[in-house]
């Protein structure tokens, strides 16, 4: 069995960065359970199956540069079937624009629940 602890990291380095809409798909068959769940925030709607995340990382790409990459800070930390990662976006080698981290619930193999806390900004 794949190691779990590197699901949640192919999740932004795999997923979050790929540009290419078809390749987002594929990939998000092998990290994210058909049923997976997104909460971008605490104030908006759950983003819910991999089309509307694959449609809402697209959405995202069109604003930011082609540069921008997630990076990690460091390698995803593993609890029982949660994890979190933390990391940074922006123009490697550049001061990043944003930062935060994700936790994620694992079911089956699967992230079955993925949670965004970004950090506020000047963090």
Known sequence: MENSAKL?????LVIWNDRQAERRLEAM???YAAD????????GPAIMGHQDI???IAKLQEQWPA????E???PSLANH???HISWTLGIPGQTPVASGMDIAVIEEGKIKSLHLFLDPVGK
């Not at 949640?8 to 932004?12: I, P, Y």
């Not at 997976?36 to 104030?43: A, D, K, L, P, V």
């Not at 540069?67 to 997630?70: A, D, I, K, V, W």
């Open 72 to 74: 990690l800070n460091r």
């Open 67 to 70: 540069e921008f990459r997630f």
């Open 36 to 43: 997976i769940i997104f909460y971008e925030s605490n104030e």
């Open 29 to 31: 068959q092998e990290v």
């Open 54 to 56: 694959n449609d809402l």
């Open 8 to 12: 949640l990291e192919d999740s932004l």
């Open 81 to 83: 079937q949660v994890q």
